[in-house]
């Protein structure tokens, strides 16, 4: 599909006439053009916006409305999407950046029920060092298979970050997938996704 606009922001009543209400008609905008949508409804029942949810909508607005109130809403929806897109940009040349890193790179997250930490993302280098593709790196527990040391290290890590230290570094040896020992140089960093 083509159009001849580029509209910025888009207003769509959930309750439209035709074969398709207006959920599913943002949810398609969006697919397509990505293009910030505000719904306007005059219905503010649980099932309605729940199914208006899963097209992540950039605000609503129930009727009747005032200039004063539909402005503001406009304004914010409009800033979101410009956050939105600049975090899509962000996490796109970080990921081309580590993807071309000869480095071994790995990101963690704590997982709250055990404190273990699970690898999320793996760079090639990685994967290529440890002799593990990035699903057996995301696997819990990886981390105690390739090496005893990691959890500690990542233990000590985190207290000196929590007392303001920006990085740690320690070595450590691994035994790769066909048990060979490699000897690594590690820094550990934090990554700060402002609340997402």
């Known amino acids: 599909q083509t159009t001849n606009t580029s509209p910025d922001l888009i207003l769509m009543d959930i309750r439209i006439k035709g074969d398709k209400d207006g959920i599913e008609t943002a949810q398609?905008?969006?697919?397509?053009?990505n293009i910030p949508v505000i719904f306007l409804t005059a219905y503010a029942d649980h099932d309605t916006l729940q199914r208006a949810k899963l097209t992540a909508p950039?605000?609503?607005?129930?009727?009747?409305?005032?200039?004063?109130?539909?402005?503001?809403?406009?304004?914010?929806?409009?800033?979101?999407?410009k956050m939105e897109e600049q975090l899509i940009e962000s996490e796109r040349r970080f990921r081309t950046l580590t993807e071309m890193n000869p480095a071994m790179t790995l990101i963690c997250q704590e997982a709250a029920a055990n404190s273990v930490h699970q690898i999320i993302y793996a760079n090639p280098a990685a994967q290529a060092i440890t002799g593990y593709t990035t699903e057996e790196l995301s696997t819990p527990g990886c981390l105690d298979t390739i090496h005893q040391y990691f959890e500690p290290s990542l233990a000590?890590?985190?207290?000196?970050?929590?007392?303001?230290?920006?990085?740690?570094?320690?070595?450590?040896k691994i035994v790769n997938k066909n048990n060979e020992e490699r000897c690594l140089?590690?820094?550990?960093?934090?990554?700060?996704?402002?609340?997402?």
Do not use: M, W
């Not at 129930?62 to 914010?76: A, D, G, M, V």
């Open 58 to 81: 950039f605000g609503y607005i129930l009727k009747p409305f005032t200039p004063n109130s539909l402005q503001s809403i406009i304004e914010i929806a409009l800033h979101k999407h």
């Open 185 to 196: 140089d590690c820094t550990l960093g934090q990554i700060n996704y402002g609340g997402r």
């Open 28 to 33: 398609e905008i969006r697919d397509i053009f």
């Open 156 to 172: 000590q890590g985190i207290e000196a970050f929590s007392k303001g230290q920006s990085s740690f570094s320690f070595e450590v």
